[in-house]
T-cell receptor
Framework: AQSVTQPDIHITVSEGASLELRCNYS??????LFWYVQSPGQGLQLLLK??????LVQGIKGFEAEFKRSQSSFNLRKPSVHWSDAAEYFC???????????FGTGTRLLVSP | KAGVTQTPRYLIKTRGQQVTLSCSPI?????VSWYQQTPGQGLQFLFE???????NKGNFPGRFSGRQFSNSRSEMNVSTLELGDSALYLC?????????????FGPGTRLLVL
């Protein structure tokens, strides 16, 4: 069965520092992968996605993620965090042939001044 | 292009009642999926509709049902509400429901069951 692991429940980063959020997936076929962000009381906003091709994908708000098949990982990065980035981040794998996403448990990002 | 809209945004019900939530997908999108988000279970897939047909269903009891109309709008219904049904219900739409597609989410309906 498909699964996604986000090992960090909470991460605190100083404003201006770099960020890396970890995501590992388990999926038998070629995965398609997503990162979404959720602000309190809001829905999910797509940050970026990987379907195929270049393993380094760029997203909105200065985020990027790298797909590493050998490590079954799709970590999210940002070189310099802004206070407005404080939110919860979800990694998800799409199940081929179905419009179904399997989500990780999320990582809550706190940004300190 | 307008995004996914969900109504109502907030809802309070009591145990045993039923509730209907509505979702309007992005114009031109024909696939609608529903998810439940709770602090304990996280984000879980409920079901997906395409062309008025339920194509895929998650592991939820039969009290959870849905439907899709010819204009791709979708509703989900929860009957005989339980306290544990308190959650944020998210709807997502995608273009054709074929292959690898991006799902775009609405703001959600927050349901509180008392």
């Amino acid at each position: 069965a498909q699964s996604v692991t986000q090992p960090d429940i909470h991460i605190t980063v100083s404003e201006g520092a770099s960020l890396e959020l970890r995501c590992n997936y388990s999926y038998g076929a070629t995965p398609y992968l997503f990162w979404y962000v959720q602000s309190p009381g809001q829905g999910l906003q797509l940050l970026l996605k990987y379907f195929s091709g270049d393993t380094l994908v760029q997203g909105i708000k200065g985020f990027e993620a790298e797909f590493k098949r050998s490590q079954s990982s799709f970590n999210l990065r940002k070189p310099s965090v802004h206070w407005s980035d404080a939110a919860e981040y979800f990694c998800a794998v799409g199940v081929t042939g179905f419009q179904k996403l399997v989500f990780g448990t999320g990582t809550r990002l706190l940004v300190s001044p | 292009k307008a995004g996914v809209t969900q109504t109502p945004r907030y809802l309070i019900k009591t145990r045993g009642q039923q509730v209907t939530l509505s979702c309007s997908p992005i114009s031109g999108h024909r696939s609608v999926s529903w998810y439940q988000q709770t602090p304990g279970q996280g984000l879980q897939f409920l079901f997906e509709y395409f062309s008025e047909t339920q194509r895929n269903k998650g592991n939820f009891p039969g009290r959870f049902s849905g439907r899709q109309f010819s204009n791709s709008r979708s509703e989900m219904n929860v009957s005989t509400l339980e306290l544990g049904d308190s959650a944020l219900y998210l709807c997502a739409s995608s273009l054709s429901g074929q292959g690898a597609e991006t799902q775009y989410f609405g703001p959600g309906t927050r349901l509180l069951v008392l």
